[in-house]
């Protein structure tokens, strides 16, 4: 007989954002509902969409309330008043991870009135969520029996940011890491970005993700190479100028669709493309996965660290499309020539891919459920 758990999820992000971590987020939800275990979510609660998917799939969805703290925008600046907000905003994050920080007001507030659980996960980014869990969290109100705080990043020992945290923060992750049961992250390279007094509470649950969500056959052929980028941008770390520079001097023809926010980056080379590269907005994630198994291929800029790895490989496998994964700096000429001529000889391998299935991982989750204390 099935040993059914009542389980509590903390998360600032989830359905309908387009991010890796509301994808964490959404698909242990519903997993977990599927498996019958019952579920309750606090988060940001928006009506229009949870209120639906609270009865599509029997889970409780309870508001953390409003966020108050205004975050500065800067799409509609330009020139000094733009490079103003930049460092106001860069300021602000640096100094006491505005406007996140809220966060940690609302989570305590909001599990005060939650008690009886088996299992707690919550779940960074942001990492104020995992504050207010720990603030919240003592010998007299545990909230629930395991506490795994999971992390998608390291918060101290992030590698892809431009600016390192300042010193004091590394007491609150301290403060966080000591009161969590388990600290659960992504892959086993992750565990050098944590402090070494807690690698006895870290295991690795990757990303979760349905694998037969999307009909996987390709379209028609494309008369020109055709493929695609999806996700964010780095300097330095998922940065694609050493690709966009050799792509541009070629004589052929091509068409390069980049789903992106960091468009910064790419402009430089676009003047004059004549609509071979060109910039889309994110889409939901379901239509994104449909237009990116119609592609030829789909390009993977790797990171500079092996602390983070993109979950967006594991959206690529379910596309079924041979992916060309490629470095900052360091491209292969020859590799990039191979693709465009429809030469996927050296495409990217996959392994153990059984481990991102979204059963498995809450299986994962639900060990640690039967073990209270780190041994």
Known sequence: MQDFKNILIVSRSFYPMNSPRSFRTTELVKEFARQGH??????????????????????????????????IELSNSSGLVSLFKRAVRRGLLQLFEYPDIELVYRVQKALKKESGYDLLISIAVPHPIHWGVAKARNKSHRIAEVWAADCGDPYMGAALDTFDKLFYFKYIEKYFCRKADYITIPLEEAKEGYYPEFHHKIRVIPQGFEFDEIDQSCGPAHPI??????GGLIPGGRDPRSFLEYLTSLNQ???????????????PYMTSENGRIEIRDYIPRKKLLK?????????NFENNTSLQQPSKLIDYYITNRP????????????????????NYSHKHQYQDMAKYRIENVCNRFLELSKNSEIQ
């Open 291 to 299: 237009v990116l198994s119609g592609m030829d291929f789909l390009i």
């Open 38 to 71: 019952k579920v309750t979510l606090l988060t940001i609660k928006n009506d229009e969409f949870h209120i639906p998917f609270e009865e599509e799939y029997g889970v409780v969805i309870k508001d953390l309330g409003p966020l108050r703290l205004p975050r």
């Open 253 to 267: 023809e091509y068409k390069f669709i980049l789903y992106t926010k960091n468009r910064d980056l790419i402009k």
């Open 323 to 342: 992916v060309l994964s490629v470095g900052s700096s360091d491209i292969n000429k020859k590799i990039i020539d191979e693709f465009l001529n429809g």
């Open 225 to 230: 190479p055709t493929f695609a980028y999806a």
